[in-house]
């Protein structure tokens, strides 16, 4: 239990440190930056395990590179959900996805 409260917790960070470093995609506090890591978690292993089950013909073809685009919709989902957070554009979507993705699966593997 200890060890998913510190990876959320440390997701909020990476998410946090992208709005301030990246254009386009604003989170105003850590307490949102955490409540996005959360909704996003919940959202990723309920729709987006059954998503990665059901496109795995196109996973094998992209060599895994199709979950990106899995996570991009699942980050679009959760910035429609939270009202203060903001992401601008496909872009910086894709962008964001493919950070909290390796961030998120580094973090699998640490804890």
């Known amino acids: 239990m200890l060890d998913l ?3 959320f917790l440390l997701l909020a960070l990476v998410i946090f440190a ?14 949102t930056a955490l409540m996005v890591a959360v909704v996003y978690g919940l959202i990723n292993v309920t729709l987006g395990s059954l998503l ?14 199709f979950t990106f685009v899995i996570n991009a ?3 679009w989902i959760t910035d429609q959900l939270i009202e203060d957070f903001e992401i601008d554009s496909i872009k910086t ?4 996805a493919v950070v909290i993705t390796v961030s998120d699966s ?6």
């Open 5 to 7: 409260i510190l990876h």
């Open 18 to 31: 992208m709005a301030e470093t990246m254009p386009g995609f604003e989170v105003p506090s850590y307490g």
């Open 52 to 65: 990665t089950f059901l496109s795995r013909p196109f996973g094998i073809l992209t060599l895994g590179l």
């Open 73 to 75: 919709g699942l980050l």
């Open 93 to 96: 979507t894709l962008i964001a």
């Open 106 to 111: 580094a973090l699998d593997w640490v804890f």
